[in-house]
């Protein structure tokens, strides 16, 4: 059967761990060069070495996202190394949550920094390489926290449904050059986050659930999977939810 990204360049920001790891391996599983980003660079290398272990070339950084200067060298480092990006999983994020009126601004700044000036900056680097390259699939990970919303989240709700309309943006505007631009927005994924929880905290998520159970980092990474491959070559300006029929 024949690898679905066989051929091709993937740069995955918070690759190191949990969705963004599983995302990296699904991809270069299917055939890909993997270059991946992510807070802890020593957590990024081990990802890299299983990616080498699959025989497919692979690169780790340290990267900053919400420095855009940092972002474009890495993003000249990959074209330098791999010659080009087709692909582009904007995943990296974080929380800080708490109630409204005792939220800090700095936790506000944060959150927004990371998760959508971060997929600004990354967007807007590897974007200038797809449009000389006339094609690149853009995946950018947001929540159905983004569409929802979620007492104690208001900074983490916000940068998620950012990135949705932005998604919508980037989509029109790249249209015209063979970019897609996507959204995939999971529900309560397990994860090291989730495995911190109280078993009566994860039961109270679970209940949510209509398919009555967590997802797992694959289900995300096949979403991804789906959206960085040719069978998505119609598709753009979309928000994938994968929740088990959570927000329905």
């Known amino acids: 059967m024949p690898q679905r990204l066989e051929g091709k360049v993937a740069l995955v920001t918070g690759g190191g761990r949990g969705i963004g790891r599983e995302i990296a391996l699904l991809f270069a599983k299917e055939g890909a060069d993997v270059a991946l980003c992510d807070v802890d660079l020593k957590i990024a290398q081990a990802t890299q ?15 900053d996202v919400t420095d855009f200067k940092k972002v474009e060298e890495m993003v000249n480092l990959i074209l330098d190394n791999l010659k080009r990006i087709d692909i582009l999983v904007n995943n990296a994020g974080i929380t800080r949550d708490n109630l409204l009126l005792r939220m800090s601004e700095q936790d506000w700044d944060k ?7 971060g997929v600004f900056n990354g967007t807007r680097a590897v974007s200038k390489v797809m449009v000389k390259q006339r094609g690149g699939k853009i995946i950018n990970i947001a929540s159905i926290i983004g569409i929802m919303g979620n007492a104690g989240q208001a900074n983490y709700a916000a940068s998620k449904g950012g990135i949705i309309s932005f998604t919508k943006s980037v989509a029109r505007e790249l249209a015209s050059r063979n970019v897609n631009a ?6 309560f994924i397990q994860t090291a986050m989730t495995d911190k929880l109280k078993a009566d905290q994860r039961e109270a998520m679970r209940t949510q659930i209509p398919l009555n159970r967590l997802g797992e980092p694959a289900d995300v990474a096949q979403a991804c999977l789906f959206l960085a491959s040719d069978d998505s070559d119609y598709v753009t ?8 029929g959570m927000s329905m």
Do not use: H, W, Y
Request: proline share 3%; net charge neutral; hydrophobic share 45%.
């Open 49 to 63: 070495s299983d990616i080498e272990a699959l025989g497919r070339r692979a690169m780790s950084f340290g990267t």
């Open 111 to 117: 959150v927004l920094a990371v998760n959508l000036k």
């Open 182 to 187: 996507n959204a995939v927005a999971p529900g």
């Open 237 to 244: 300006g979309q928000t994938l939810v994968v929740d088990g």
